[in-house]
Every structure is written in structure tokens, then in C-alpha cells.
T-cell receptor
Framework: GQNIDQPTEMTATEGAIVQINCTYQ??????LFWYQQHAGEAPTFLSY????GLEEKGRFSSFLSRSKGYSYLLLKELQMKDSASYLC??????????????FGTGTLLAVQP | NAGVMQNPRHLVRRRGQEARLRCSPV?????VYWYRQLPEEGLKFMVY????????ESGMPKERFSAEFPKEGPSILRIQQVVRGDSAAYFC??????????????FGPGTRLTVL
């Protein structure tokens, strides 16, 4: 089966650091993505991990452990505009060349002053 | 450099009518994906197309739904005889053919379909 779990909601304070976890169990794996989605808008690409380790991009970092089926997204120096849903997605290669993404339900992050 | 474009942004249909959702990928992208997002749920994959070909339609209902990506023009997701359960946001994404960025799918703003 295909299963991606992430917390439903999180709250953090402006200027702080927050870590959003994602665990996955999928039949195939060829990379893990994090997207940000503001209400009523398109998901926007944040990061991509295919090998174990940490990928850093400005205030955002993403970590992957394939053996544990685990990833996290780390947001530093939180800003009010970071209030959004954060979507964890696994690229599935079960059926060969397909490039489909399997999404978790998303984590709604509320940044408070 | 325009991103993925979808129209209409909002679509209202009565039960039994047809809904046509259009998606123009990023210029130069030849891979298109359709996802559906129900309220309080995650994005669910529906179909993956490459110019004129359906590569993977494992997420698309067998009846009433069809998708195409013709050689010229936008990709179309067509829902015939809509029912209230079809009410959702439908997102299109595209990815390039070659290059270091082939792994990333870029999403459009979505079409919000409401079935009365």
C-alpha cells in the first residue's frame, strides 16, 4: 500500500525554528518532495531529496533517510508569510516509468507573532 | 516566463452536465499531470500524459473521466455527467523533458469545480 503520514497541524512563533516530519511507506521510491501551499493557491516547489542527507536552501532545509522511510522539512527564522500547508510527496516508480507523486494530507502551519 | 496556466479558475456545473478543465503547461514542458484535491484531503494523482499519449491513468475513475494532451493546444480534463462528489480542486502540473530539473513538477493555480 501507499501511505504518507505527516502531522495535521502545527503552531510556531515568528522568528523561531519548526520541523515538520513525514514518514512514508510506498511500493516504489524515487525521490521525496516538499511543497508549500497557501489557501486557494497552487502548491509551490520547496525541495527535493533522492539521496540520504540534508539539502539546504536558504531558510528551508529538508532531510531524508530512505532506510527509515522518513523526511523532515526545517524552516528557520519563521515569518508570518510562512503560514501555509506543507505537503510531503513521494515519487513512485512502482509501475516503471510513471512520474506520479503520492501526497500526504499536508501539515497546516500557523505562525504566530 | 509564464508558469502553468489553468482555466477556468472556478467552474460551476449542475448535476449531469459536462465539465472541461484546461491546462497549458510551462512553455517547453511536454509532461502533464492532473491531480484532484478534495476538501480536507491531500492531492490525489489522476493521470499523467506526454504529448498525445497517456502514460499512466491509474488514478482516474474508469467512467465519466477522460484526459488528453494534443500535439497542439492545452491538455484537457473532461468530466461527463458530473455528480456532487466531483466537486473538488483540480490541479495540473508539468515537468520538462530533459535537463537537471526533470524531477520537479510545477503546479498551476487549479480549477475549483462546484457541482450543484
Amino acid at each position: 500500500g501507499q501511505n504518507i503520514d505527516q502531522p495535521t497541524e502545527m503552531t510556531a512563533t515568528e522568528g523561531a525554528i519548526v520541523q515538520i516530519n513525514c514518514t512514508y511507506q510506498t511500493s516504489g521510491f524515487n525521490g521525496l518532495f516538499w511543497y508549500q501551499q497557501h489557501a486557494g493557491e497552487a502548491p509551490t516547489f520547496l525541495s527535493y531529496n533522492v539521496l540520504d542527507g540534508l539539502e539546504e536552501k536558504g531558510r528551508f532545509s529538508s532531510f531524508l533517510s530512505r532506510s527509515k522511510g522518513y523526511s523532515y522539512l526545517l524552516l528557520k527564522e519563521l515569518q508570518m508569510k510562512d503560514s501555509a500547508s506543507y505537503l510531503c510527496a513521494v515519487r513512485d516508480l512502482l509501475d516503471g516509468a510513471t512520474n506520479k507523486l503520492i501526497f500526504g494530507t499536508g501539515t497546516l502551519l500557523a505562525v504566530q507573532p | 516566463n509564464a508558469g502553468v496556466m489553468q482555466n477556468p479558475r472556478h467552474l460551476v456545473r449542475r448535476r449531469g452536465q459536462e465539465a472541461r478543465l484546461r491546462c497549458s503547461p510551462v512553455k517547453g514542458h511536454s509532461h502533464v499531470y492532473w491531480y484532484r484535491q478534495l476538501p480536507e484531503e491531500g492531492l490525489k494523482f489522476m493521470v499523467y500524459l506526454q504529448k498525445e499519449n497517456i502514460i499512466d491513468e491509474s488514478g482516474m475513475p474508469k467512467e465519466r473521466f477522460s484526459a488528453e494532451f494534443p500535439k497542439e493546444g492545452p491538455s484537457i480534463l473532461r468530466i461527463q455527467q458530473v455528480v456532487r462528489g466531483d466537486s473538488a480542486a483540480y490541479f495540473c502540473a508539468s515537468s520538462p523533458d530533459l535537463g537537471i530539473d526533470t524531477d520537479t513538477q510545477y503546479f498551476g493555480p487549479g480549477t475549483r469545480l462546484t457541482v450543484l
